[in-house]
Every structure is written in C-alpha cells, then in structure tokens.
T-cell receptor, first 108, second 117 residues
Framework: DAKTTQPPSMDCAEGRAANLPCNHS???????VYWYRQIHSQGPQYIIH???NNETNEMASLIITEDRKSSTLILPHATLRDTAVYYC?????????FGAGTRLTVKP | GAVVSQHPSWVICKSGTSVKIECRSL??????MFWYRQFPKQSLMLMAT?????????EQGVEKDKFLINHASLTLSTLTVTSAHPEDSSFYIC?????????????FGPGTRLLVL
C-alpha cells in the first residue's frame, strides 16, 4: 500500500551525481517524504527526510517540488558503496511502509 | 544517530520449534517499535507495531498467535516465532524511534535471518 512510485532500477557512474526520482502525487499536507536505503542483507539505513523545503545532510540532498507531488534524492558523488535499493516513503506517523524501491547500481 | 540492535543476527532451527528475536534500542528509549519481515527479492512488509506495556497491533494477515510480541521495557521488544515452519524462513527487521509523532525518524536494526529446516 505504498503511496510512492519509483523506477525499478538505475545506473550511475562512480563519482557522478545520482539523481533518484520519486512520485507521490497523493501526498497529504502533513506527510513527510523519507528516504532510506538497503544494502544487501542489511537493515534499512536512514538517509534524509523533509516536509516542504529542500534538505541537505552529509549523505544526500532532498529536493521536493513546490506542489510536493514528487521529489528527488541526490547523492552528489556516488561511490561503489552507494549501490543499494533506495526507498522513498511518505507518511505522517512512525510506521514506515515500503514500496519496491529503486535498485541503484554504481558502476566503475 | 540512534542505534538499534538485534539478536541473534541469524538462526537456524528445526520445524516445530520456537525462536525468539530481540530488538534493542541502545542509546534511546522507545515506546513504540516495529517489526518487519522481508522475503528474498521482496520489499519489507510491516508485521506489527510493538507498544511498551500494552498489546501489539498486528497488520492484516499476520497471525498474532504465531508471532508473539512482547515490549516489556522502553529499550527491548521481542518477537517469538512459535512452532516455526519452513515458510517462516525470512529476514526479520525491527525499527524504533527516540520520539513519536510526524517527522520523526525510524532507525532500523541490522536484521535477523531465520532459516527453518
């Protein structure tokens, strides 16, 4: 019952920026956009989240469109260790519900 | 960031036995923890919400008598898979948050891989 749509897979060259899109056209006014990633056989790792404004931290940047119907996660300089499944989640409470995510492969 | 641990990291058991998985918040207290399971090549599926001092809330289709959840303290929740069968083999993951409410971050444990023979 995920409320987001993400491309199933993407490739990115090592050292280049990885831009991962997410559509959430039915997002409610009080729902946040969260990004997590899961490296093979590990628990999900929190990346970033935001409500309306763009956000940046040491891992990534989150760009949310003005109408909040879509967002983009940006990894500014992708490394091989960024290869993972990236999940975009929208919610306003604590239970994260995962969709299929985007499998990002960073290539040398 | 907040740290969530799980124990054991992997377990192999015989069909019909029960298995207990622990989820601990190491540097914060959590009134609510969540349990997920993930089958190979699939996404995480929320199983239940574990509430400290009260009964867990199970997602539709998850058998509460099969998956017993106990949240006895603010730093520990346990998931017991009773009478485990091969179809229960999966990757079980818990999460917790230092604070409740919108905009708070859930932190996930490293997961427990269960193999039932």
């Amino acid at each position: 019952d995920a409320k987001t749509t993400q491309p199933p897979s993407m490739d990115c060259a090592e050292g280049r920026a990885a831009n991962l899109p997410c559509n959430h056209s039915t997002i409610s006014g009080n729902e946040y956009v969260y990004w997590y990633r899961q490296i093979h056989s590990q628990g999900p790792q929190y990346i970033i989240h935001g409500l309306k404004n763009n956000e940046t931290n040491e891992m990534a940047s989150l760009i949310i469109t003005e109408d909040r119907k879509s967002s983009t996660l940006i990894l500014p300089h992708a490394t091989l260790r960024d290869t993972a499944v990236y999940y975009c989640i929208v919610n306003n409470n604590n239970d994260m519900r995962f969709g299929a995510g985007t499998r990002l492969t960073v290539k040398p | 960031g907040a740290v969530v641990s799980q124990h054991p990291s992997w377990v192999i058991c015989k069909s019909g036995t029960s298995v207990k998985i622990e989820c601990r918040s190491l540097d914060f207290q959590a009134t609510t923890m969540f349990w997920y399971r993930q089958f190979p090549k699939q996404s995480l599926m929320l199983m239940a919400t574990s509430n400290e001092g009260s009964k867990a809330t199970y997602e539709q289709g998850v058998e509460k008598d099969k998956f017993l959840i106990n949240h006895a303290s603010l730093t520990l929740s346990t998931l017991t898979v009773t009478s485990a069968h091969p179809e229960d083999s999966s990757f079980y993951i818990c999460s917790a948050s230092p604070l409740a409410g919108p905009g708070e971050t859930q932190y996930f444990g490293p997961g427990t891989r269960l193999l039932v023979l």
